[in-house]
């Protein structure tokens, strides 16, 4: 079996912190998601893996590299335009070719087993198997509607759901799909939809096998969901509950934590869930609940539930006694003007 990443989306939601860089390369807990998708491919037994991208995100395989560091073979794989899932998956039909492959989003953070999906392919000799979960609001999610323990109807996005089941984003698929890829038309939305692809094996009677599961998934396509993921992964790491060795005294750390052995931080109250990424500078700061990426410096910042891009540099004349939320791209620089001075500061 094979493994595919769609990692070719745009992130809008995201924005501004997916103007300069692709969603899968946010960290979750000082990780790449796209990483953690690969470790938990190559945990099942998957080593070869193709990674779907668009032309803008060569930083990805820049970065990434060929996969040895995780004893993974990676292949890069081209989505000219963001037609939709559908039309990413078809982007690797030369790469997977007749093997069967499990399918990730490169926004999504699955942290139950893969196994029992990838195994029902064989036991049920499906078409394809999907991975199922509860929600609250499944507008949100592709939808499938079961009856008589078979899916009968899988829909993307749908105005008025007639099921909570969402497709969580992970998906075990054969060549059976390749045929229906070709007969797609684009959707309401414009898109080619994966979902009207296995909905077009169920109406030829093939079997597509599914899996309600109860483990944690993390759709990462909000800042809200991002904190959110970050805030699970950290609960789950004891090194989050050390306190970070040989920084200054004069910090208080309240776990969990994280801090690159590169950031410098002094005078401050950081956490809980708070990460640090590398070469940042955190001076008389309140922290909470927020994500610093590399080269950060702040000064005199009270924040919660903020996210600070790459190279980002943020400094207030003093602390403010209530915490204040700050969404900012990578390489935004914003100092506090003083209205007592006769010229403007940058």
């Not at 998708?37 to 990674?51: C, D, Y």
Request: aromatic share 6%.
């Amino acid at each position: 079996m094979k493994g595919l990443i769609l990692c070719a989306g745009r992130g809008t939601r995201l924005q501004p912190s997916t103007y300069t860089k692709p969603k899968c390369m946010l960290p979750v807990n000082g990780e790449f998601i796209l990483v953690s998708i690969i470790k938990k491919l190559v945990a099942a037994g998957i080593n070869e893996i193709g990674i779907v991208v668009s032309p803008s995100q060569g930083e990805i395989r820049e970065i990434i590299g060929d996969g040895g560091e995780w004893n993974a073979t990676l292949t890069y794989l081209l989505q000219e335009q963001p037609k939709g899932l559908a039309d990413a998956v078809k982007s690797a039909q030369s790469f997977v070719a007749d093997s069967p492959f499990l399918l990730m989003l490169g926004d999504n953070l699955y942290e139950g087993e893969l196994t029992p999906l990838i195994q029902s392919l064989d036991t049920d000799k499906s078409a394809a198997a999907i991975l199922l979960q509860q929600v609250k609001d499944p507008r949100q999610f592709g939808v499938a509607v079961i009856e008589g323990g078979q899916i009968v109807n899988l829909v993307e996005k749908p105005r008025h759901p007639q099921s909570n089941l969402a497709i969580v984003g992970v998906y075990a698929l054969t060549a059976a799909i390749w045929p229906a890829m070709e007969r797609l038309t684009p959707s309401p939305r414009g898109e080619y939809e994966l979902t009207d692809a296995i909905q077009l094996l169920i109406a030829e009677d093939k079997h597509v096998a599914y899996s309600v599961t109860t483990a944690q998934f993390f759709d990462v396509g909000t800042h809200e969901r991002w904190l959110e993921a970050n805030r699970h992964r950290m609960d789950h790491d004891p090194r989050n509950f050390v306190e970070p060795f040989g920084y200054d005294p004069s910090v208080q750390w309240i776990p969990p934590v994280r801090v690159d052995p590169s950031a410098r931080v002094m005078n401050s109250v950081i956490g809980p869930y708070v990460y640090i990424g590398p070469n940042s500078v955190v001076e008389d700061c309140i922290l909470t609940n927020s994500i610093l990426m590399d080269r950060v410096t702040l000064s005199r910042i009270h924040a919660e539930g903020s996210v600070f891009g790459s190279q980002v540099q943020l400094a207030e004349q003093g602390i403010q006694e209530q915490p204040a939320r700050y969404i900012l791209g990578d390489r935004a620089k914003v100092t506090r003007i003083n209205p007592d001075l006769q010229e403007d500061s940058q």
